[in-house]
């Protein structure tokens, strides 16, 4: 089997029942759901239509799809469903809407979206009440409870509030067609549960689950495995318990042992040897993780060379810190020693990213950040999205809501109040109460005009919806709707309206995949999107948080702010989630394949006044035999020091000849 291990092979050829592999970081987990998948294929146990592999980002899936397609020939991969657990969840729900008391085009609420109904059903709420009881309910929905079971699982009176909020939240989805995040799991779990014929039809359609990185599953996504793989078990499920780095997201590592209980007949495979990591990345990695408590220590280990030491800098502030990343990023580039696109830039937090980017672009080193500034939270895709949603689905008030209002038109607030009275006494959602002519009577004129205006846009862009290709509607949809005139006037210069009509463009370009899908379905796969989905990047340095770097290798990694107030994160200090953020560090080291920087800074701007950063505590547990320190070697950093000044001169000349 195309150079695996033993272990992997026996991973792969492993077929009949359930099937853990529990391995650490760059042991080939992946890499075997991807042969698997092949083989499963290639011997017909399983044609590729009945196969499902679960990823943690639809970027992985993307990828996953592509490696396969590379491992199998012609068109037998045709068919294979590779995707997140979310829009698997979604999928079963298109099938599946009417046992779900949905319509076609159902729309799927953001977390912005929900927010506001909340907002709403909570008149007066301060703002942190009002995120904490979405909260509340989020986690009973990922829990899997229904309402009715969360008031009855309710210890508090906070809870108890919760569950009812619940309720009416529940009931208002209904009312808009609408679904969110949470429901995407929690329905077809519901669905699948109750519902027999539906189950085995299911378990018939996927007849086989492969399941990547499993200890960042919660008890929602996990109950959606078992209804699906069914008392046989024929899954794969690979994970790395020390790389569980989603609980605040409700994720449960314990799911990776309750497979045992749930499945006497699991067979357990592990991997024990490390192909991504140079030696000593690898034992200071294994170092460290060997700090949090293991019922089953394991061993990792890597035939790579030592390679160099692990660098770790002390700076004196976060620009300071990132001055000297992007130099050495910038030195290793002109020395000719990589390429842009193998170094990464990790932190903890979003905020962190702002002293980078300045550094780089000072430099002129081309780089690329995942979220943050995500693609689909521009003003104006999230305003294309909500067109898109209401032509899919007229009952969805909040699409309407948004849609009605970008870009602006004659209808003020009072115009929408008026209009949702009317509505709700006619027990009609806004869009539709828009259609009715009667009903526009009742407003003043102008306000009836404008709304009419908009409701004649909506309408023949649903008649087109049928007919077009998906990118071509987007494309008038954005003519049409006037979005796209709001934002050429909304810019102050041609090269700001190109950048926003880029992304208008975009996603138009978005569609060009599914064919045959109507907009609602767009719209829907659109919401799935994360950050980490658009992370394209080309030829750039990569900058991103250490959650988004899961499952990814660069042969370059700079690890900033590893400080004992940023990592470990202050508030997981307090909490006594110690544990979680050393593991979130063993993910940030486990993606290097050559070399490994670790900084720190002395001090810290916070809230206006100065504050001493003490080194992390986890540096500590580092070896200290693999790391290299600031000042420990004078002969080796005054060799780094000529070498940087070097380069530095040499930039400077390109700039000035430039
Ligand atoms: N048998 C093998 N021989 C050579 N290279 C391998 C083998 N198995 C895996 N690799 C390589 O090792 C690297 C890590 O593999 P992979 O990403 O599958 O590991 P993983 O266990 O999924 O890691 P993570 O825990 O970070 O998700 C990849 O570059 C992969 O191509
Ligand atoms: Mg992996």
């Known amino acids: 089997m195309h150079g695996l291990n033993p272990q992997q092979s026996a991973a792969v050829a492993h077929c009949d029942g359930p099937l853990l592999v529990l391995a650490g970081a760059g042991s080939g987990k992946t890499r075997v759901i991807v042969e698997k998948i092949a083989h499963l294929v290639a011997t017909a146990r399983y044609p590729a239509r009945r196969i499902a592999a679960i990823t943690f980002t639809n970027k992985s899936a993307r990828e996953m799809r592509e490696r396969v397609g590379k491992r199998i020939r012609g068109d037998a991969a045709d068919g294979l469903t590779v995707s997140t657990f979310h829009a698997l969840g979604l999928k079963l729900l298109q099938i599946e809407h009417a046992a779900a008391g949905l319509r076609r085009g159902f729309s799927i609420f953001d977390a912005d979206d929900s927010l506001a109904q909340f907002k709403d059903l909570l008149p007066g709420a301060k703002p942190d009440v009002v995120q904490a009881m979405q909260q509340l309910v989020s986690r009973a929905k990922n829990a899997g409870l229904s309402p009715e079971e969360a008031a009855a699982a309710a210890r508090s009176t906070r809870e108890h509030e919760a569950a009812v909020l619940y309720a009416r939240y529940q009931a208002r989805l209904a009312a808009f067609n609408a679904v969110d995040f949470d429901d995407l799991i929690r329905l077809p779990v519901q669905l699948l549960e109750a519902d027999e014929d539906l189950r085995l039809g299911w378990r018939e359609r996927i007849g086989y689950l492969l399941v990547d990185e499993c200890q960042d599953t919660n008890d929602a996504q996990y109950r959606l495995l078992k209804a699906l793989a069914g008392p046989k078990g024929n899954f794969t499920c690979v994970g790395d318990d020390d790389q569980s780095i989603y609980a605040w997201r409700g994720a449960n590592p314990e799911n990776l042992s309750q497979l045992a209980q749930d499945y006497p007949a699991l067979t357990v495979v592990k991997l024990e040897q490390n192909y991504r ?382």
């Open 277 to 658: 990591c140079s030696n000593r990345v690898l034992r200071a990695a294994n170092a460290l993780i060997a700090n949090n408590p293991h019922e089953h220590p394991k061993t990792l280990w890597s035939a790579q060379a030592d390679g160099e030491r692990i660098r770790v800098w002390e700076c004196r502030d976060a620009t300071h810190e990132a001055e000297r990343v992007a130099a050495e990023i910038q030195f290793l580039q002109t020395a000719g020693k990589a390429q842009w696109n193998e170094f990464c830039v990790l932190f903890r937090g979003n905020h962190q990213s702002r002293a980078l980017e300045k550094a780089l672009q000072l430099l002129r080193v081309p780089y690329h950040l995942s979220g943050g500034t995500a693609f689909l939270a521009r003003a104006e895709v999230k305003d294309a999205l909500s067109w898109l949603r209401l032509v899919a689905n007229p009952d969805d008030d909040s699409a309407f809501l948004r849609a009605v209002q970008s870009p602006r038109r004659e209808v003020g607030a009072t115009t929408l109040a008026k209009l949702s009275e009317l509505a709700q006494h006619a027990q009609l959602p806004l869009s539709r109460a828009t259609e009715s002519i009667g009903l526009l009577k009742q407003l003043p004129a102008r306000a009836a005009n404008a709304l009419g205006g908009f409701a004649d846009i909506v309408r023949g862009l649903r008649a087109e919806a049928a007919r077009l290709p998906p990118a071509e509607l987007v494309r008038n949809l954005n003519e049409r709707s006037g979005l796209l005139a709001a934002v050429r006037a909304q810019c102050k210069s041609e090269q700001q309206f190109a950048m926003r009509r880029g992304n208008l463009d975009e996603l138009a370009d978005w569609f060009d995949g599914p064919r045959g899908a109507g907009p609602g379905e767009l719209a829907a796969q659109l919401a799935l999107l994360t950050h980490a989905d658009r992370d394209d990047g080309g030829n750039q340095v990569r900058l991103m948080s250490l959650h988004a770097a899961k499952g990814l290798e660069f042969r370059y990694v700079f690890i900033v702010g590893v400080d004992d107030d940023t990592l470990p994160h202050e508030a997981s200090v307090d909490e006594g989630r110690i544990d979680e953020e050393r593991r979130l560090l063993y993910v940030g080291i486990t993606r290097a394949k050559e070399r490994l920087w670790l900084s720190h800074a002395r001090e810290a701007q916070k809230w206006g006044s100065r504050l001493r950063l003490t080194p992390s505590r986890f540096l500590d547990e580092l070896p200290a035999d693999e790391l290299q320190r600031d000042g420990a070697d004078p002969v080796a950093d005054a060799e780094h020091k000529r070498e940087r000044a070097d380069a530095g001169f040499a930039a400077i000349k390109a700039l000035l000849d430039a």
